[in-house]
């Protein structure tokens, strides 16, 4: 029992401090405040970071013309790129494209783009983190929902809360509960029923909120941020197990739109909407808040996403390849039934097709890449 614990200890040890140095990518759009022409509409940037604290370093846009006047991001899975377009913010039907990511991150080619009728001035676009069901809040009329398969085939699967000028849209981490914000200082609760239907609960107002708009979901678990344009703030809520929220900190960023973080949760990213920029902030574990320490200079922005890319998910200790020592971690986390419990480091690595369970369908992932000794 000591040697297990000892094993138990070394691989948590080891997946930590790799994590403190992991690098990830940047994805976010370029949207001009409201309405805007057609020759207006722009890119979506894409930066690489060698870790927290790193510096940015540019990547190939995704150019206007694969996108239509992009504003949301959300991923599915680390190669899924899923972008929400305004087209013109209500000057053409909205639409959702999607991207797929190789080469390390670096290649985003166009798959597919789908629409609804209807559904006009697409914001912020999110997935529910257990079934998968891509949401899109629609500033013109509703939040529309699409189910997505496993090889991410998009099906409509309608539209609720319409009669609404939504703007955010966020679905908590046990896949419950909805939150969605439209142009004030109130956030909108729907539960997810078992069968799928949608029951609005009593809105909740967060105080020193004006003009609420996109979500993250917070490196801590059960944490839920969101910004504010017009209070120039992120504020950060506990999710709580009735769907209530709890105002924990008011993070102050000029413009904020949207918020994300790095993988190892010690660095939040803020996208600026009216003036452009991202503010940098860190994690002060000894007071338990957020602290500025820089600004990124760039555009107008939207939606804002990190992400780590799929080189190779299956190498576990990040060598370089897929050996024993990868199937030792591997072991060490299987039959974990909820990876958003901290029971390994990081969100449990070993969740290779990112359903929030580690078993036997990851198993086959990780058999499939067994000896693959190049993971480049």
Known sequence: ?????????????????????????????????????????????????????????????????????????????????????????????????????????????????????????????????????????????????????????VDPNGSFARGRPWRGVCVEASGTYLYSTAFSSTVFRFRINADGSMTELASQNLVGASNLHFFALGPKKGEIYVADIAAGKVFRLRSNADGSLTQLQAITSTN?????????????????????GIDRFNYNAGTDTWVYSSTVATDSLGGFATYVPAICPADLTGEGFVDDSDFQVFAQAYNILDCADGAMPQGCPADLNLDGFVDDSDFVIFVIAYNELICS
Not at 59 to 66: E, K, Q, R, Y
Not at 256 to 276: L, N, R, W
């Open 1 to 153: 029992m000591q040697i297990r614990h000892l094993v138990a200890a070394s691989v948590s040890a080891l997946l930590s401090a790799a994590a403190l140095a992991q690098p990830f990518q940047i994805v976010t759009t370029i949207a001009p405040p409201f309405s805007i022409p057609k020759p207006q509409w722009r890119d979506v940037l894409r930066f690489s970071l060698p870790g927290s604290g790193g510096a940015f370093s540019s990547l190939t846009n995704i150019p206007n013309g694969s996108v239509n006047d992009p504003v949301g991001v959300a991923f599915r899975t680390p190669t899924d790129l899923f972008i929400g377009n305004r087209h013109g913010n209500g000057v053409e039907p909205g639409s959702i494209s999607r991207f797929q990511l190789t080469n390390n991150g670096t290649t985003a080619t166009l798959a597919n783009t789908y629409t609804q009728p209807g559904l006009v001035g697409v914001h912020e676009i999110c997935f529910n983190p257990v079934t998968k069901e891509l949401f899109a809040a629609a500033v013109f009329d509703g939040i529309w929902r699409w189910k997505v398969d496993t090889l991410g085939i």
């Open 256 to 276: 904020a739109i949207d918020c994300a973080f790095s993988p190892d949760g010690q660095e939040m990213f803020v996208a600026k909407h009216i003036t452009g």
